[in-house]
DNA sequence: ACTCGATGCTAGCACCGCTAGACAAAGGAG
DNA sequence: CTCCTTTGTCTAGCGGTGCTAGCATCGAGT
């Protein structure tokens, strides 16, 4: 049985390559760079190859998200560590959600803009989405009106995407972005 | 020279044609349906055609977010009339804002999600997306910091246009929306 | 050593945005 | 009224996309 163990081992790095490979391509050329014909070439495969491992495209975006979800999640934890978060506990944690998209924009597409397949705010969310929102809840826990703390992070959160997207589209002036994250912060958690 | 005039006519009138048709094809069926091939189909007329009054789809696009900029100035005024505006104005406001783009889908993301090539946040920037954004400084600019005005709106808009795709792509339970513009507009205009 | 199933390949489908070049219709000049 | 030029539209096609049918090859198990 050792033959086929060392076929699912090669198959499962080959997952990873694919993986690995269209996330790299998207973050240094962009996503529309991200072709099945490019992605297979740069793995050194033909492009069926893609097909027999992920549903479709849209299954690979889905399987980057997946892995921005769970960094997204360090990130937050690491900004915010567990014990009573008070003002500056915020801030850092938005800080840490900004910075987190602008150093990963490519990733943070597929998270948020791209159809990216993953089904949200339903019993059947893989669970690194449910922790990514965790670790945005449990700072802000002491912060919310005791009765809908889901429903001050839901806000919270929907403010900092806001800020991200419009910002990065060239919507909102770069330059004042902290401005306006502290002026937000302000207002979700008054001094 | 009248005969140049009737062909000026004419040809304007298929302009108007189709930036309608694209409209209503991206309203009806998604932007995805949204192809060079479909709308000139529609319109009855070929392809190349398009190309002889828009540099490219993105131009119809920018067509489109253009009227849509035009048509959410009227909203946001009809919603919060002249005058003092009061925290129910502000609510007010934001409810015109969210229920724009609920009404149409397809024409904020031509404004907001797609690539439309319209300059922002720039000298370049279009009269009706200065006059939209002035929409919705008017009636805000009381609760803001005398400083720092334009800073409280990107804030509040960036706010607003993140509940928008957050729950419209799903990431966002819908039922409680609602609720969540309540709590949005007590932070930014407590009572 | 041979069979046969797994596996990856070539080739191709239907579609995309966009454009070159042929062609017809229509206006002005003689 | 005829000819010529200009203007406008169309057909056909380019290079790209995501995706797949079907063949060929290779290697594991008997």
Redesign the pocket.
């Known amino acids: 049985?050792s033959?086929?163990e060392r076929?699912e081992r090669?198959?499962a790095h080959?997952h990873r390559l694919i993986v690995s490979t269209a996330r790299e391509l998207a973050e240094t050329h962009g996503w529309d760079?991200?072709?099945?014909?490019?992605?297979?070439e740069q793995i050194?495969?033909?492009?069926?190859?893609?097909?027999?491992h992920?549903?479709?495209?849209?299954e690979?975006v889905g399987a980057i998200a997946l892995e921005g979800f769970a960094e997204l999640t360090t990130a937050l934890r690491a900004a915010a560590p567990e014990g009573p978060a008070g003002r500056e506990a915020v801030a850092a944690l938005a800080r840490a959600y900004i910075d987190f998209a602008a150093r990963n924009p490519a990733l943070y597409d597929a998270m948020f803009s791209l159809d990216n397949g993953l089904p949200f705010a339903d019993e059947a969310t893989p669970a690194p989405l449910r922790e990514a929102f965790q670790a945005l809840v449990d700072p802000l826990v002491d912060h919310a009106h005791p009765d809908e703390p889901g429903l001050f992070v839901e806000t919270f959160w929907a403010a900092l995407h806001g800020l991200v997207t419009l910002t990065r589209a060239g919507r909102l002036p770069a330059d004042r972005a902290p401005d306006r994250l502290t002026l937000l912060v302000d207002r979700f958690v008054p001094r």
Do not use: C, D, N
């Open positions: 049985m033959v086929r076929k090669e198959r080959r760079a991200v072709t099945t014909r490019r992605l297979a050194e495969y033909s492009q069926p190859v893609l097909y027999s992920f549903r479709g495209k849209k690979i």
